[in-house]
């Protein structure tokens, strides 16, 4: 069991590997759900059960983001994610330009996760004279060829995409063209950004096909 915390340096984000960088929200929950639950102390092998880890494996990543400890004592909760907010760049502000306000872009306007200290919405764009105009999550939408002229000055942090799979890359490259190098696709299809642009894709029916593989094979195997 991992115990003393010292916080090291924070290293560069480019230095820490993919897998080690997606795994720090999921600790950054656990330790927030701790947190809730009134724990002060927590040793590697429970955080590791709380995120389906192996302890190693966690030990491992704190150490990479400059965590050590020594045995006999858990990492104090409260300062090992007040941390890792800060390795996660949770600090400051981010604002959030979200383009398709439909059902699903209206959904994640609404989300709890962005209205935080942390995220903010800085613009919502849709296309459908119906939609553009209408206030969502007390933000009015824009026509989506005002882009430029909305975010001059004020260059979104990151761009969301729950746009129909047919306008995705257009709004993509817009969106790369004003300066946004940060993007979340929710369309269901294959979309190109260049080096120097994070883009993340969630598409729903592909991780439906995935469940509907292992259900096949749970209900083959019963």
Same mark, same amino acid.
């Given at each position: ?5 010292? =916080?090291?340096? %924070?290293?560069? $984000?480019?230095?820490?590997?993919? =897998? ?9 929950? =656990? ?35 400059? #965590? ?14 007040? %941390?890792? /907010?800060? &390795?996660?760049?949770?600090? @400051? ?11 699903? +872009? ?6 709890? +996760? #962005?209205?935080?200290?942390? #995220? ?19 933000? !009015?939408?824009?026509?989506? /060829?005002?882009? /430029?002229?909305?975010? @001059? +000055? ?8 729950? *746009? $129909? ?8 490259? !817009? ?11 929710? &369309?269901?299809? *294959?979309?190109?950004?260049?080096? @120097? ?9 592909? /991780?439906? @096909?995935?469940? &509907? ?10």
């Amino acid at each position: 069991m991992h115990g003393h915390y010292d =916080a090291a340096p %924070q290293p560069e $984000p480019a230095a820490l590997a993919p =897998a080690t960088v997606q795994r720090m929200p999921q600790y950054l929950r =656990a330790l927030g759900d701790l947190e809730n639950q009134g724990a002060r102390t927590v040793s590697s092998e429970v955080l590791a059960d709380l995120i389906g880890v192996n302890s190693s494996m966690v030990r491992k990543d704190l150490s990479l983001l400059g #965590f050590t400890g020594t045995r006999g004592r858990g990492y104090p909760v409260a300062t090992l994610a007040s %941390q890792l /907010e800060e &390795a996660l760049g949770l600090t @400051q502000s981010r604002s959030i330009a979200i383009v398709g306000i439909g059902h699903l +872009g209206t959904a994640l306007a609404n989300h709890p +996760g #962005f209205i935080t200290r942390s #995220f903010s919405i800085g613009g919502l764009f849709d296309v459908n004279p119906a939609v553009v105009g209408t206030t969502v999550a007390g933000s !009015r939408v824009r026509h989506f /060829e005002d882009l /430029e002229s909305v975010v @001059q +000055g004020a260059l979104p942090d990151i761009g969301v995409v729950a *746009t $129909p799979p047919n306008a995705a890359q257009y709004v993509i490259d !817009r969106l790369v063209t004003v300066g946004v190098r940060s993007i979340l696709c929710f &369309a269901s299809t *294959t979309v190109q950004v260049p080096p @120097q642009v994070n883009l993340r894709s969630v598409d729903l029916s592909h /991780e439906l @096909q995935i469940l &509907a593989f292992y259900n096949r094979s749970f209900k083959a195997g019963s």
